[in-house]
């Protein structure tokens, strides 16, 4: 037994240790994070910036924010916007797109779709000023959904009743303690329609698409790559070297140089998605796709 504890003594001293001072170590990794010596092709002053566009859009507000601030920084000549993204809510699709927008009228955005650019992230998209696929990507989904549940018939197994106090007649559309309503559901339609109508009429206006052919690009369709370009969603196909050869020709730079985004930044980002991702799976929203 005593030949044991000598054999593992070293073992279990490093692992008191490391539970002892569990914290300061972790503050000092932080530390180590934020201001560990930076490599030398990063001192000279970036001139072009990636932004990314990854996992469901619940919300823009990090994302917006780091693209107004590229908007108004000088020395970015250049945005390439990587997108992998099936959609999400409404409303932070369209903060994002008219971002773009704003971005895109000051200096050149390339949108490149590395995987997945649909709905919500392709309307976040079409301002820029090409849009380069992947040829094994997915492209377009261009439509609107609400969707809900009908939980009468478990809760009448359960002995559960609703009671309910309300004022307005269409108070109560969407509650799934009950199946909808032909009123209800029309109500409903009224706000999916016109959605879909200014998501299919931004992309094309941003697109120079015909609006009254909108069936053949939109009417949520499923495009490969190639598919997308005929019907004129994307501009061309190509990987992200593409987007960026492409990027550096338009912006003008002579060497490019990128923006790396920060270590801390990058985990905080992941929490925060994961945070809304999990929110939004109870509370669920209008969304594109």
Request: hydrophobic share 45%; net charge positive; proline share 4%.
């Amino acid at each position: 037994m005593e030949l044991l504890k000598k054999i593992f003594s070293p073992l279990a001293k490093t692992l008191n240790y490391i539970q002892n001072h569990f914290k300061a170590m972790l503050f000092l990794l932080l530390l180590f994070l934020l201001f560990a010596p930076t490599p030398k092709d990063e001192l000279n002053t970036p001139n072009l910036q990636e932004i990314k566009l990854t996992g469901a859009i619940m919300d823009a507000t990090d994302l917006v924010k780091q693209i107004n601030q590229v908007t108004q920084d000088n020395t970015i000549k250049g945005v390439l916007f990587s997108v992998d993204s099936p959609g999400g809510a409404v409303a932070p699709s369209v903060e994002i797109a008219y971002a773009i927008k704003r971005l895109s009228k000051i200096k050149p955005v390339i949108a490149y779709a590395s995987g997945t650019m649909a709905s919500g992230s392709y309307y976040a998209s079409i301002w820029a000023d090409k849009i380069i696929a992947n040829p094994g990507s997915m492209i377009g989904s261009i439509g609107v959904i609400m969707q809900g549940s009908d939980f009468s018939g478990i809760m009448q197994k359960l002995g559960i009743k609703t009671q309910v106090v309300k004022a307005g007649k269409y108070k109560q559309i969407g509650t799934p303690d009950r199946p909808w309503k032909n009123y209800e559901v029309k109500e409903l339609n009224k706000v999916i329609q016109a959605t879909y109508d200014m998501f299919s009429r931004d992309v094309a206006n941003a697109r120079k698409l015909d609006y009254k052919k909108r069936d053949t690009f939109a009417n949520a369709h499923i495009f490969t790559a190639l598919q997308a370009k005929k019907v004129g969603l994307i501009d061309n196909l190509g990987v992200k070297y593409t987007a960026k050869e492409i990027l550096v020709q338009l912006s003008g730079v002579k060497e490019a140089r990128w923006n790396q985004e920060d270590t801390f930044d990058k985990i905080m980002k992941k929490i925060s998605a994961s945070t809304a991702i999990v929110f939004q799976t109870y509370f669920p929203p209008l969304t594109l796709r």
